[in-house]
């Protein structure tokens, strides 16, 4: 059973930063999957923040693009999202996504963590 656990988020002011980390159970080599952060601010939709593929290949919205870094640390089975310079329209719960490759094949969207509060407000 593939189990997801975010941690890291909380209050911080504009242009602060924050480390998002998604430890992973029931992975035996998270290099095989596809990882990703979204995020669901109130009334709004889920959106894809960042995602690194099996490859290694990354992507990220355009509202966070040279802000915040998505990294996957193969030995710890791990993914981390290095935030920097947030603003107050990055607040939302964060969440972490996991695709593995039977999923990808299936169509499956894969597995969520329960998510983290990231706020941003002076």
């Known amino acids: 059973q593939v189990q997801l656990v975010e941690d890291g988020g909380g209050l911080v002011q504009p242009g602060g930063s924050l480390r998002l980390s998604c430890a992973t159970s029931g992975i035996i080599f998270i290099r095989t999957y596809n990882m990703g952060w979204y995020r669901q601010a109130p009334g709004k939709q889920r959106e894809l923040v960042a995602a690194i593929a099996s490859g290694g290949g990354t992507n990220y919205a355009d509202s966070v693009k040279g802000r915040f870094t998505i990294s996957r640390d193969n030995v710890k089975n791990a993914v981390i999202l290095q935030m920097n310079g947030l603003k107050p329209e990055d607040t939302a719960v964060y969440y972490c996504?996991?695709?593995?490759?039977?999923?990808?094949?299936?169509?499956?969207?894969?597995?969520w963590g329960q998510g983290t509060q990231v706020t941003v407000s002076s």
């Open positions: 996504n996991a695709v593995s490759p039977s999923q990808r094949r299936s169509g499956d969207a894969g597995y």
